[in-house]
C-alpha cells in the first residue's frame, strides 16, 4: 500500500488535509480514529501526543498539521496549493498559517477542553467564556482582513484555505458570524461551495466511505 493514509478525527483540523487530498486528486486512504482511540496503544505509537493529523507516506509517518500542509503542497506543484518559495505570496501563507495555529485555533482549546488548563471544574465556563472572548477579537480581525477576498493568498486556493475551511467553522455555535464577521462567514461560505470541500465534509461526515474518487476507502488503525 504505496498511497498515504490519513488519519483523523471528525470535527478536528485533520480536515484541512482531507481538503487538500481531494483538491490533488491523486489516491489515498482515511483512517477514522474516535477520540478515544487516540489514547491507545496503536494510535500513540504513531503519534506519542495523541493528536491528529497524522499522515502516513509509505514506511514513514508525520504528524502536526502544518508540517503536513506543507509537504502536501510542496509535493504537489501541479496542485498549486502554495506559492514559490522565496515570493511575497509564500510569505505571505506562511503568516497566515503561522495565524491561524498559533492564535485562531489555539483559541477554541479551553471553549473545548477546559480541563487541559485546570482540572477545577467550577472555573471551567469561566475558561470558556475567557476564551470566547478572545476568539471574537479574533473574528473581528478577521472580517477587516478579509474584507472582498476570496482566498486568503492572492486569488487561488491554498492550504490556508484548507485550513481555515477546517477551524473557521468552529465558532458558528457560539456566534452569529454574518452579524460579528461578516466578510468571514462570506468568505468560508464560498469555501463550502468549493467541490473538493463539499465532498471532504461529506466524507468527515461518513456519507462517502469509499472507493469513490481518489478516495480508495478506510483501513483500521490496528
Not at 198 to 216: F, N, T, V
Request: proline share 6%; with cysteine; aromatic share 10%.
Amino acid at each position: 500500500m504505496n498511497e498515504p493514509v490519513l488519519y483523523y478525527t471528525p470535527g478536528t483540523c485533520a480536515l484541512s488535509e482531507l481538503i487538500c487530498l481531494e483538491w490533488i486528486g491523486e489516491p489515498y486512504r482515511l483512517c477514522r480514529v474516535a477520540r478515544d482511540e487516540r489514547a491507545s496503544e496503536a494510535f500513540l505509537a504513531l503519534n506519542p501526543h495523541g493528536s491528529v493529523p497524522v499522515m502516513r507516506f509509505g514506511d514513514r509517518v508525520m504528524a502536526e498539521n502544518l508540517a503536513l500542509l506543507l509537504r502536501l503542497a510542496d509535493t504537489n506543484p501541479s496542485a498549486k496549493l502554495a506559492p514559490p518559495a522565496g515570493s511575497p505570496e509564500r510569505d505571505e501563507l506562511h503568516f497566515w498559517l503561522s495565524y491561524i495555529g498559533s492564535r485562531f485555533h489555539v483559541a477554541f482549546y479551553p471553549v473545548f477542553k477546559a480541563s487541559r488548563y485546570s482540572d477545577r471544574e467550577d472555573l471551567a465556563e469561566h475558561l470558556k467564556q475567557q476564551a470566547l472572548l478572545q476568539v471574537g477579537k479574533e473574528l473581528a480581525f478577521l472580517n477587516e482582513r478579509f474584507t472582498g477576498r476570496q482566498h486568503a493568498v492572492g486569488d487561488s486556493r491554498t492550504v490556508v484555505d484548507a485550513y481555515f475551511s477546517a477551524t473557521g467553522r468552529w465558532g458558528r455555535r457560539f456566534f452569529d458570524y454574518p452579524a460579528v464577521s461578516p466578510e468571514f462567514d462570506r468568505y468560508l461560505k464560498g469555501l463550502e461551495a468549493d467541490p473538493g470541500v463539499a465532498r471532504a465534509l461529506k466524507i468527515e461526515a461518513g456519507e462517502i466511505e469509499g472507493p469513490d474518487g481518489a478516495l480508495l476507502g478506510h483501513v483500521a488503525l490496528a
